[in-house]
């Protein structure tokens, strides 16, 4: 599921929810929606977390598990 993985990617780089947040341009209450299953990510949203973490679309929602 996406919320986990972004989850997980942001906990594997020891940043804070805020430091996301900041980098996508939005409050971190926002960022912690997004990462509880509580709304839905936009897509430009997907593509600014997947730049972030340097991985692709497809990895970030649950598509495949190879990150490149």
């Known amino acids: 599921m996406t919320f986990q993985r972004?989850?997980?990617?942001?906990e594997d780089h020891d940043w804070?929810?805020?430091y996301v947040a900041e980098k996508l341009g939005i409050t971190?209450?926002?960022y912690s929606k997004y990462e509880l299953g509580k709304v839905n990510?936009?897509?430009?949203?997907?593509?600014?977390?997947a730049d972030l973490?340097?991985?692709s679309?497809?990895?970030?929602t649950g598509?495949?598990?190879?990150?490149q």
């Open 6 to 10: 972004i989850r997980d990617l942001r």
């Open 16 to 18: 804070k929810q805020e």
């Open 41 to 49: 990510i936009p897509v430009e949203m997907l593509m600014k977390l």
């Open 53 to 55: 973490y340097g991985v």
């Open 28 to 30: 971190q209450t926002n």
């Open 57 to 60: 679309l497809d990895y970030l």
């Open 63 to 67: 598509r495949t598990d190879r990150p």
